[in-house]
């Protein structure tokens, strides 16, 4: 598969069946994005409770018969009856060479501790918030955009994302395009959701890194909306490490400041993801 094709869709009704894996979830539907990229549902615990834009540790049994883990974003949001994950495929990496290859049915290991910083308690109360992702770092906030509470607490939210590729943003035009049509937040959304892809290898609508868009004032001109305050903005970084340090530098140039779910301020970063080679 190219990544100019369409996104191929594998689902099955999930039947419980005997477990044997610590742990374990069933996969219930699995969708190839493009070469690199995959989406897929597992079975939710009937016990699990979690903040939109948390992470819980999810994996398969090493070749040694141990537990291989990972910190995985739930991109569902948490009145959902699954779990939904985005996810990368590193070729060589130790974790992902093998769960890009689940199927429909298929069990997974997740432990059911949820923790992160991208949640709104690390916020202190604004008017707008900013979502600011590159690549699978769009998960946490596709779990934020489809929660209620986001737009009960903000008058707009702009998604920034930032993909090497058209054909990498689909997962999130996607999701920002079916919102739409939500019977839950369909009108919530209506209005106060600004959506922004950009591609940097790739011609596009709109390009250019979050960071040059935002320091540049473009991306205020195009969508028409006042520059970034921190009286009135609050903003969630998602990406590499590289990425995470520029964005705080211009949010900080802007006036914000790094907040924790222990001391909420104007903006948060989930390093939780930074360098694994999953």
Same mark, same amino acid.
């Given at each position: 598969?190219?990544?100019?094709? &369409?996104?191929?869709?594998?689902?099955?009704?999930?039947?419980?069946?005997?477990?044997?894996?610590?742990?374990?979830?069933?996969?219930?539907?699995?969708?190839?994005?493009?070469?690199?990229?995959?989406?897929?549902?597992?079975?939710?615990?009937? &016990?699990?409770?979690?903040?939109?834009?948390?992470?819980?540790?999810?994996?398969?049994?090493?070749?040694?018969?141990?537990?291989?883990?990972?910190?995985?974003?739930?991109?569902?949001?948490?009145?959902?009856?699954?779990?939904?994950?985005?996810?990368?495929?590193?070729?060589?990496?130790?974790?992902?060479?093998?769960?890009?290859?689940?199927?429909?049915?298929?069990?997974?290991?997740?432990?059911?501790?949820?923790?992160?910083?991208?949640?709104?308690?690390?916020?202190?109360?604004?008017?707008?918030?900013?979502?600011?992702?590159?690549?699978?770092?769009?998960?946490?906030?596709? &779990?934020?955009?489809?929660?209620?509470?986001?737009?009960?607490?903000?008058?707009?939210?702009?998604?920034?994302?930032?993909?090497?590729?058209?054909?990498?943003?689909?997962?999130?035009?996607?999701?920002?395009?079916?919102?739409?049509?939500?019977?839950?937040?369909?009108?919530?959304?209506?209005?106060?959701?600004?959506?922004?892809?950009?591609?940097?290898?790739?011609?596009?609508?709109?390009?250019?890194?979050?960071?040059?868009?935002?320091? &540049?004032?473009?991306?205020?001109?195009?969508?028409?909306?006042?520059?970034?305050?921190?009286?009135?903005?609050?903003?969630?970084?998602?990406?590499?490490?590289?990425?995470?340090?520029?964005?705080?530098?211009?949010?900080?140039?802007?006036?914000?400041?790094?907040?924790?779910?222990?001391?909420?301020?104007?903006?948060?970063?989930?390093?939780?993801?930074?360098?694994?080679?999953?």
């Amino acid at each position: 598969m190219n990544d100019q094709s &369409s996104p191929v869709t594998e689902a099955v009704q999930a039947v419980p069946a005997p477990k044997h894996l610590p742990d374990a979830q069933t996969v219930t539907t699995v969708t190839h994005w493009t070469d690199s990229l995959f989406s897929f549902r597992v079975t939710r615990p009937q &016990s699990l409770r979690f903040r939109s834009g948390e992470f819980v540790m999810i994996g398969l049994m090493g070749d040694n018969g141990k537990p291989l883990l990972r910190a995985y974003s739930i991109a569902s949001p948490n009145w959902d009856e699954e779990l939904e994950f985005y996810s990368i495929k590193v070729p060589d990496g130790p974790l992902t060479s093998k769960l890009q290859h689940i199927k429909p049915g298929d069990e997974i290991i997740l432990r059911p501790k949820p923790v992160g910083t991208l949640v709104h308690d690390a916020l202190l109360p604004g008017k707008r918030c900013w979502f600011l992702a590159t690549g699978t770092g769009l998960a946490p906030f596709a &779990s934020l955009m489809r929660d209620p509470e986001t737009y009960e607490k903000y008058d707009q939210v702009v998604m920034m994302h930032t993909c090497r590729t058209v054909a990498e943003l689909e997962y999130g035009r996607k999701l920002v395009e079916d919102l739409a049509n939500d019977e839950l937040i369909g009108e919530m959304v209506a209005g106060k959701l600004l959506y922004y892809p950009t591609t940097t290898r790739e011609d596009f609508a709109r390009q250019g890194r979050i960071t040059d868009n935002l320091s &540049s004032g473009k991306v205020f001109t195009d969508l028409g909306i006042a520059p970034m305050t921190a009286e009135a903005d609050r903003a969630m970084v998602c990406g590499s490490l590289a990425f995470n340090k520029d964005v705080m530098a211009v949010l900080e140039s802007f006036g914000l400041r790094e907040g924790a779910n222990s001391e909420p301020r104007e903006y948060v970063v989930e390093k939780a993801f930074v360098g694994e080679g999953v």
